[in-house]
Each structure stands twice: as C-alpha cells, then as structure tokens.
C-alpha cells in the first residue's frame, strides 16, 4: 500500500482544513487507517484513527470534538477534518495503514506510512 497525503497549508487560528491520504492498492478496505502528527523537537503522536468500514474511530483528549477522521473505500481515501484549530497543532500530519487490526492506535501497529503534510496555525 502506497499513501499520500495532502492538504495542509497555512491556516489562522480557529480556522479549518481537511486532510486527504490517497491508497494505492485495492486492498485498501482492508486496513484500519490513522493519523499522526509530529511538530518539531516533539516525539510523533496519535490523533486519529478509524476501522475499515468507518463504523469506528477514535481520537486522543487533545483533539476530539475538533477533528473527524472518515474514509471512502470506493475512492482508497481516508480524510481528517480539522476544526477550530490551535497554534498547537502545527505540524507534520502523516496517515498509515495498519493490517491485522480492527483499529490502531500505537505507531508499532501501522506497517505503511504516507509522507507528511504540513499544517500550520498562525495565532
């Protein structure tokens, strides 16, 4: 499975963007898939995953109300809304797909990552 991910920009705070992860595979139904995000200086950390259909997802304290992950299986895409947005936020925003789980939270249960796109928020 090959991702890429696009979307980010400069936004003001409050503001919104969305994220696409475009899959290459036909498998793509098949994976549970999240995001991640990792800001300079700081370690990668989860902010939002969902199962293979979209029935399920999941998000860290420090996101959720202000993020929405989905996916479209009949398109290979998984989407990150993100609302209301903070300066920290600011980041490199990676999605992944993770085989063998109905949904995954930890970076060791991703087995293929997209390359990052930035996210900036300007106070």
């Known amino acids: 499975v090959q991702l890429q991910a696009s979307g980010g920009g400069l936004v003001q705070a409050g503001g919104s963007l969305r994220l696409s992860c475009a899959a290459s595979?036909?498998?793509?139904?098949?994976?549970?898939m999240g995001w991640f995000r990792q800001a300079p200086g700081k370690e990668r950390e989860f902010v939002a995953a969902i199962n293979w259909s979209g029935g399920t997802t999941h998000y860290p304290d420090s996101v959720k109300g202000r993020f929405t992950i989905s996916r479209d299986n009949a398109k290979n895409t998984v989407y990150l809304q993100m609302n209301s947005l903070k300066p920290e936020d600011t980041a490199a925003y990676y999605c992944?797909?993770?085989?063998?789980?109905?949904?995954?939270?930890?970076?060791?249960?991703?087995?293929?990552w997209g390359q990052g796109t930035q996210v900036t928020v300007s106070s």
């Open positions: 992944a797909a993770a085989g063998g789980y109905f949904l995954a939270q930890q970076e060791y249960e991703y087995d293929y």
């Open positions: 595979g036909r498998t793509f139904s098949s994976y549970a």
